[in-house]
Structure formats: C-alpha cells, structure tokens
C-alpha cells in the first residue's frame, strides 16, 4: 500500500483493476498436474485497486511503493511486466504505484486483476501491440484468473478458467462482505472433503438459477467467520462464496437496498456495495469510457 493516491497526471498514468465474483463455481474434475477443472461464471464489480504507471528508459520495473506481505519481485503487477517486455523484446521499463483498495486473498482477484492491468496498460503506454489474444496467453501462467480480467467481458470460464466465453447478464448491485480471515485458495483445493467430481452443467442450467459453489461446504467448516458473514446476508437474499472465499456477497435489485442491508450490518465486519458489470472497468479505461468508474464508485 502507498500513502500517496495514486493520480494520474504528466508522468503517472492510472488504471482501474477490479474485483470478480465467482457467480457459481462447480469443480468438475482434476488434472493430473493437481489443478482442479472448473466450471464458473465471472463478473466484474465497480471496485477496483488503482494503478499507477510511469514509463522509464532505461529498461528496469520497478515497484514504487510497499504491498503487506508481497516483496518486489513476487507482486504480480512486476512480473506480468516482466512478462511483456520478455514476450515483446520491449526495452522501455516502468515505476509501478499500486492502491490497494481490494482485500488480498480474499476471492476477488485482486492480484489477478492487478496483472491483468499491466499487462494491458503497459501494451498501449510502451506500444508493444500485441493483441488480445496474445496478451491472454502471456496473463495464464501468472495465475488461472488473470485471463478474464484481460479479457474485460463477463464470461462462463471452462478448464481452469482459461477457456472463457463471454456472457450478458443482469448487472445487480452486490454487497460484498469481507470476513476477517484469510482463506488460502491452495489449502481448499487440497482438502480431503472437497467435492471433485460434479456433474458439468450448461450456461442455461446457471441462468435457471444453479448458482452453487463447491468450495462452500469446505471453507463453511473450516472458516467460522466465512459461516458467519453467510448466515447473516442469507436475510437479504442468496448468500453466495467467491472463489474459494473468504468473501461472501449477495444480489440486490438496487444500490439503496444493498446499502440498507450495509447499514444494519454486524460489528467488526468489512465490506463494500458495488454494481456488477458484464464489461470491465478496465475495458472501459481502455477504450476511453471512463463513465463508470467516476458515476459508480461504489460506497462503503
Ligand atoms: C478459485 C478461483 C476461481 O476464480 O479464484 P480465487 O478464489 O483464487 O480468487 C481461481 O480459479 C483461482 O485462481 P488463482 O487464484 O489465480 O489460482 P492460482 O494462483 O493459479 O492457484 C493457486 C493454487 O490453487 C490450486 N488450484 C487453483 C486453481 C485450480 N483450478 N485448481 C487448483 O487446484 C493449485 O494448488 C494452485 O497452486
Ligand atoms: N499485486 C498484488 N496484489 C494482491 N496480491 C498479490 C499481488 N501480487 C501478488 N499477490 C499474491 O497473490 C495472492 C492472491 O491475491 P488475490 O488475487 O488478491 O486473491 P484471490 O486469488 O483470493 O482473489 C495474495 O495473497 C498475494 O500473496
């Protein structure tokens, strides 16, 4: 996290990296390199970390700033640059400011999100040019989710959540708990209760309202605060887990009615209200729509 806001002016340029929600997430198989295949449904939200680039000519990345438990070299924002300069031959280099709005670990992609964003930023600020298609290949192996986020549309993901088609749907406000524990996403993959074999099902199956998460019965056991936040926002409607947790979230019709349920919430738990969108901000950034971010910021 940096004291200073990340802003953009002459030197620094800004970029949106939103949270996901896993809308259901069904663990379908398991490969023999011990990653699970899935079956989930992404989208975005209107809360996102914030990143700030400035671009330098003598080839070196650099973060500029400190992130909790994440040295330099292992953040995702130095790698995925790292990444494009060795795929592109690009001899430019970055200073990387990171905001960190998202909680880490928390189901939201936040790291992810953050990849993603250099990738696609630094693509236009260095003029490497490669397509989407290229900049989803080089996202994959910094992390199963930093494709969609590439990407920038609401999708049903397949395998590891690498093979994405995208989708249209409601765009719901959301209020996001955030449980005070942190789940690691590995410990839920490897635990011995985990359900491994479910039925695949389709988009329609979903849409019609299958909207279960695997990981949940795990995480309920393991995380009495992730039981907890669940049972309380279960009041307001479909309590559901993202990814592998912590988070919990629910979906309301309006933003006045998920700040409402915000209000009445208990003591010591985090959170935010947030709209949920099928393009990302990031998307949005790219293409010059800056709208959502400035009039959907959300509260909390
Ligand atoms: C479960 C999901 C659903 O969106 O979200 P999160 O809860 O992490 O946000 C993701 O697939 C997570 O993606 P990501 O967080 O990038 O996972 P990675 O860093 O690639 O993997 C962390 C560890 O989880 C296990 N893993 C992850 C994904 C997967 N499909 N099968 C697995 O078995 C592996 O042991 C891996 O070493
Ligand atoms: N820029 C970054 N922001 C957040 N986490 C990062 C970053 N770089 C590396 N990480 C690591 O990635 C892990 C997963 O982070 P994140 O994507 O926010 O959570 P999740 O995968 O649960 O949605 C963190 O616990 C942290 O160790």
Redesign the pocket.
């Known amino acids: 996290m940096i004291d200073e806001a990340v802003t953009d002016n002459d030197a620094w340029s800004v970029w949106p990296a939103p949270a ?1 929600l ?1 809308l259901m ?1 069904r663990v379908v198989g ?1 490969r023999a390199d ?5 079956q ?1 449904v ?1 989208q975005f939200v209107d809360r996102c970390d914030r990143l700030g680039f400035r671009v330098r000519e003598d080839g070196e990345v650099r973060r500029d700033g400190e992130l909790p438990g994440v040295a330099a070299e292992a953040d995702l924002t130095v790698r995925a640059a790292r990444a494009l300069q060795a795929a592109s031959g690009c001899s430019l280099g970055v200073d990387i400011r990171c905001e960190k709005v998202l909680p880490m670990g ?4 936040g ?2 999100s953050d990849a993603a964003t250099t990738l696609v930023a630094l693509n236009v600020l260095w003029g490497t040019g490669l397509d989407t298609e290229a900049l989803a290949r080089l996202a994959l192996p910094l ?4 494709p969609v986020f590439v990407r920038g549309q609401a999708a049903w ?1 397949e395998g ?2 690498e093979r994405l088609t995208p989708v249209e749907l409601p765009e719901p406000w959301f209020l996001v708990l955030v449980p005070p524990c942190s ?1 690691s ?2 410990a ?3 635990h011995p209760q985990l359900t491994r074999d479910s039925k695949p099902i389709k988009l329609a199956d979903f849409t019609g309202g299958d909207v279960v998460n695997d ?1 949940l019965p795990v995480v309920r056991d393991e995380y009495p605060a992730v039981a907890d936040a669940l049972d309380w926002l279960s009041q307001w409607g479909e309590a559901r887990l ?4 912590a988070c919990v979230f629910a979906a309301f019709a309006g933003r006045d009615q998920a700040l409402a349920a915000w209000e009445q919430r208990p003591a010591g738990i985090d959170g935010f209200v947030a709209r949920g969108c099928n393009r990302s901000p990031l998307l949005d950034r790219l293409t010059g729509i800056d709208t959502r971010l400035s009039s959907r910021h959300g509260p909390a």
């Open positions: 996901k896993n997430l398991r011990g990653y699970h295949e899935l989930t992404f928390g189901g939201l992609g790291g992810s992390g199963a989710d930093v993901g590891v959540g789940v996403t590995q839920v993959f490897t990981c993202t990814g592998t947790g």
